[in-house]
């Protein structure tokens, strides 16, 4: 076999070992207040929090600075939810220090800062909108609170850390090398985006406590939703930097809680 389809086999098993996981755990009805969905990202956060803890004993931790920045990252990821903040700090720090050993192609903030931020705000926006038309959002419903900007501020620190930039650098420790070629790459976009994705469907097939199988449902929901969201933020954080990732993540949150309310 060669080192591409070596390469690519392992990539396929770790998005086939996340399918396994993700079928088991949705099959599985709610229990107590943990339904498939909360019970989903538990364990996804688990596995990621996990894995960057192996990889920071092999490898140590990346430089004092990123250190810092780390630590500040998770408190703000962590002022709605701290678990969330523990999760980011362990896989930003783990990720950074395989950026650093592997050289990596993924930039934290590049140069000119306000490129970084007006890409990021612009996308935002947009994706928000439509976030809001997808979610039937009217002007009128409009809510503003000082809380919904520290909880719009949770997701989109944790989730492009924990599942955009650590995933993309788990594979890189896994091969041992930045992935080459064009059908590598693909799949570096499909295991940055999809299990992502999929994280927030599990609830869609379990009204009131009820298994319903939706599986148009599903395929559209998770093609629309990897399609709109997930490929325009992987795309700002490979070609861009994470800054422009997280502040596009925000800002489509932060429009939604404003609209739609909090998320709890």
């Known amino acids: 076999m060669t080192n591409a389809a070596s390469d690519l086999a392992k990539m396929k098993k770790m998005f086939l070992l996340f399918l396994i996981v993700f079928v088991v755990n949705l099959v599985i009805p709610p229990i107590a207040d943990l339904s498939p969905g909360s019970r989903g990202w538990l364990l996804a956060s688990l596995f990621v929090g996990g894995f960057a803890l192996f990889i920071l004993w092999k490898h140590k931790l990346p430089a004092k600075k990123l250190v810092v920045l780390g630590i500040i990252l998770g408190v703000l990821a962590g002022i709605a939810m701290p678990f969330s903040g523990v999760v980011t700090i362990l896989t930003f720090l783990a990720a950074t220090r395989v950026l650093e050993i592997a050289e990596g192609q993924v930039k934290l903030l590049k140069r000119p800062i306000f490129i970084s931020v007006l890409l990021g ?20 419903s409009f809510t503003f609170s000082w809380e919904v900007i520290v909880v719009a501020l949770s997701p989109g620190i944790f989730e492009e850390v924990a599942f955009r930039l650590f995933v993309y650098t788990m594979i890189i420790h896994v091969l041992g090398k930045h992935p080459e070629g064009k059908r590598e790459n693909r799949w570096i976009y499909v295991l940055m985006i999809v299990p992502h994705v999929f994280l927030h469907l599990p609830d869609l097939w379990w009204p009131n406590n009820s298994f319903y199988l939706d599986l148009g449902g599903f395929i559209s929901g998770a093609v629309s939703l990897s399609l709109l969201f997930g490929l325009p933020m992987a795309l ?3 070609r861009r930097d994470l800054t422009s990732a997280i502040i596009t993540h925000t800002v489509v949150d932060l429009i939604r809680f404003l609209f739609l309310g909090l998320p709890f």
């Open 236 to 238: 700002l954080m490979r």
């Open 121 to 140: 705000a612009v996308v935002g926006v947009v994706l928000g909108i439509i976030n809001l038309f997808l979610g039937g959002a009217s002007a009128s």
